[in-house]
């Protein structure tokens, strides 16, 4: 009903000219549309990811950890944001690692998708040195029912580090 009243104060207040009539007339019009297609609609605003990783840095480092990460759609179809983090345990060490992809979604079904992306990564040796790179990532996710509440996801990836030795890894 708010809906409704606003419309009808808008319509009174540009009863003045004849563009004030086209305006109202076109708000009016759109008004329903816009809340049937955000009822269509059931998109998170944020997708919250909890995993594993393994990694592997040429030469024959490993390491694994705990990983979390959130990823939001500023362009539906066409631009996923990914901001993830998680510690990395091996070879005596631990290293902070974090990263931000740019992806791009293809929806296979309704309960298969993959994303292609890149962006850059920062990895932290705790007392050490940082490492600042790029990330090219795959991520697959699957959702095994059509809502999509709850779903896997496999990401790939391959990190290149522009400093210190121009580290290569594998996750």
């Known amino acids: 009903m708010a809906e409704v009243r606003v419309e009808r104060r808008l319509a009174a207040i540009l009863a003045a000219d004849v ?9 009016s019009a759109a008004v329903p549309f816009a809340t049937v297609a955000q009822a269509e609609e059931k998109e998170p605003i944020a997708i919250f990811e909890i995993g594993s990783t393994g990694n592997w840095t040429a030469p024959n480092a490993a390491s694994g950890g705990p990983t979390v990460a959130v990823e939001f759609t500023p362009i ?13 345990f091996g070879s005596g060490t631990t290293d902070w690692s974090t990263d931000i992809l740019f992806k791009k979604p293809f929806e296979l079904s309704n309960t ?3 994303m292609v992306g890149a962006g850059p990564a920062f990895d932290s040796t705790f007392g050490g040195t940082t490492k600042i790179g790029a990330e090219f990532a795959l991520d697959f996710m699957f959702w095994p029912w059509p809502d999509r509440k709850y779903g896997w996801f496999l990401e790939p990836s391959y990190t290149y580090s522009f400093i210190n030795g121009r580290d290569q890894s594998l996750a």
């Open 19 to 27: 563009a004030g009539y086209i305006f109202a007339a076109v708000l």
């Open 76 to 88: 539906k179809d066409w631009l996923e944001i990914e901001v993830g983090t998680g510690p990395l």
């Open 112 to 114: 298969a998708e993959l």
